[in-house]
């Protein structure tokens, strides 16, 4: 059987250097590739595109994960903007927005890291705190992580995969608010911060808001990559449609 191709979108960036050049660039930490080869896929990137392409490019994927990156636009859950939000992204909004529906309507598994799960609660209709302190690395230090427990909500998709309390590398200052409709908590910090979400029922669509890709436990993406296995193997071809999207 053929390794799951796993597609991770990227950020789009006005310049990055490396080597003599400095130039646009989509660019993607490589942590995220290696996690996803570690785990037992194939990792194609997704940098921004027309969103009316991502049905097509779903089609060809067996996984889908939204990853890291800038905060999402607050307009999209009708908030006005908050001066500590950062600067929007509008081409990856609209990008991630769209391979998510696109991913739903497919049955294709979905894992959204940090603001890809937070573009997860968007989608389907939930709102976002705009400014969170604490859940970012060690004070006065910008671009290095942080580290705290997070606990499992017993009986749902991640308690099965991490059962335990366990430490987990973060790096954000937004979080869910309102859940959305449909979706399910599925982990907290310790001050009641949501930590993970998922969709409840046929699909395996899961949201960690910190960095598995900056860690060594391979058991979430592990588990997206056997989902997607599963799903190959029960149908030989493409799952039917399990669902249209809510949301924005």
């Given at each position: 059987m053929h390794e799951p191709l796993i597609g991770v979108t990227t950020y789009l960036?006005?310049?990055?250097?490396?080597?003599?050049?400095?130039?646009?660039?989509?660019?993607?930490?490589?942590?995220?590739?290696?996690?996803?080869?570690?785990?037992?896929?194939?990792?194609?990137?997704?940098?921004?595109?027309?969103?009316?392409?991502?049905?097509?490019?779903?089609?060809?994927?067996d996984g889908l994960v939204i990853a890291g990156g800038a905060d999402v636009d607050p307009g999209l859950y009708g908030a006005e903007r908050?001066?500590?939000?950062?600067?929007?992204?509008?081409?990856?909004?609209?990008?991630?927005?769209?391979?998510?529906?696109?991913?739903?309507?497919?049955?294709?598994?979905?894992?959204?890291?940090?603001?890809?799960?937070?573009?997860?609660?968007?989608?389907?209709?939930?709102t976002l705190t705009q400014h969170l302190d604490g859940h970012t690395g060690p004070f006065g230090k910008a671009g290095v992580l942080g580290e705290h427990p997070v606990t499992p909500v017993p009986g749902t998709l991640y308690a099965s995969l991490v059962p335990e309390e366990a430490s987990?590398?973060?790096?954000?200052?937004?979080?869910?608010?309102?859940?959305?409709?449909?979706?399910?908590?599925?982990?907290?910090?310790?001050?009641?911060?949501?930590?993970?979400?998922?969709?409840?029922?046929?699909?395996w669509v899961l949201g960690v808001q910190w960095h598995p890709e900056m860690g060594d436990d391979l058991r979430i993406m592990r588990a997206l990559v056997d989902a997607t296995l599963a799903r190959r193997g029960s149908s030989g071809a493409a799952a039917p449609a399990r669902r249209s999207p809510s949301g924005v």
């Open positions: 960036e006005p310049a990055a250097r490396w080597g003599v050049w400095e130039l646009p660039a989509a660019v993607l930490p490589s942590a995220y590739p290696r996690l996803v080869q570690r785990s037992g896929g194939l990792t194609a990137l997704l940098p921004p595109d027309a969103p009316e392409r991502a049905a097509a490019v779903v089609a060809r994927l908050d001066f500590r939000t950062g600067p929007p992204a509008h081409e990856r909004d609209a990008w991630e927005l769209a391979l998510f529906r696109a991913a739903l309507e497919a049955g294709t598994p979905v894992l959204g890291i940090c603001r890809g799960m937070q573009l997860l609660n968007v989608a389907l209709g939930g987990v590398p973060t790096y954000h200052h937004q979080a869910v608010e309102g859940l959305a409709p449909g979706l399910v908590a599925s982990a907290h910090a310790a001050d009641g911060t949501v930590e993970a979400i998922e969709l409840p029922g046929g699909q």
